[in-house]
């Protein structure tokens, strides 16, 4: 039996004026497979690109996409990136005001959560590396490692903010407020090395004065 066609997500393979965006969707757009890792992952970073530039009714499209393109079979190297697409879909909801589909989104991971049961004081530690993560990002120098210290960062923030408050084990553990403020810092760091720099200025040409003759005193 021939295997289904894949579909790409239109919203890859739309028109793109950012340069950043246009390079990354047409990468992954010609590659993408729901069925490997990378590909859900990179969408999820397209994702949060579109936050970043204010284009949450975009990115909760795809990142909804990128959810449903992937059924828990056991393989947690694939469920781990579709995981980060629900509940960036889950916030963007919760957001717009559409709370049942928040909570449907976030049922995915009720059932299959994403992460195994740690004690309290593991569990804080892998939460407290999300702003951990964002403080060495702003420290990068290179604009591409800043967005991924900032991508690291605001999946691991936003899958426990998310998540917490469903049910899980560690709802009492996390502190959601300080969640969404590593998840703002993020963003802002984000959307300043997404920023689209203008071409560089070329300098203008300096005038030499010529040189005046030297005088020479006149021979008596």
């Known amino acids: 039996m021939p295997a289904a066609p894949v579909v790409v997500p239109r919203e890859l393979t739309a028109r793109e004026s950012h340069p950043i965006v246009a390079k990354a969707k047409a990468t992954l757009a010609r590659k993408f497979k729901p069925t490997r890792s990378a590909a859900i992952d990179g969408g ?13 009714d975009e990115a909760r499209a795809l990142a909804r996409q990128l959810g449903a393109a992937v ?7 694939l469920w781990s990136p579709a995981a980060d697409a629900l509940c960036l879909a889950a916030r963007l909801a919760r957001g717009a ?6 909570r449907a989104l976030v049922q995915r991971l009720v059932d299959n959560p994403a992460f195994a049961v740690m004690p309290e004081r593991d569990l804080r530690e892998w939460v407290g ?16 490692w800043a967005r991924n210290g900032a991508l690291a ?11 917490a408050g469903h049910g899980f084990y560690y709802d009492a553990w996390i502190e959601t407020a300080a ?4 998840i703002a810092g993020g963003l802002d760091l984000l959307r300043t ?3 689209v720099k203008g071409p560089k200025a070329k300098p203008k040409p300096t005038s030499k004065a010529k040189p005046k003759p030297s005088s020479k005193p006149r021979s008596q």
């Not at 005001?97 to 928040?102: F, L, Q, T, V, Y």
């Open 44 to 56: 999820v970073t397209i994702c949060w690109y579109l936050v970043a530039l204010d284009r949450g």
């Open 129 to 144: 590396r999300a702003a951990a993560d964002l403080a060495d990002a702003r420290e990068e120098t290179s604009a591409t």
């Open 179 to 182: 969640l969404d403020a590593v």
């Open 193 to 195: 090395h997404l920023a």
């Open 71 to 77: 059924t828990f079979d056991g393989n947690h190297a």
């Open 153 to 163: 960062s605001l999946q691991r923030a936003c899958y426990f903010r998310e998540t």
């Open 97 to 102: 005001r559409a709370a049942n589909e928040a």
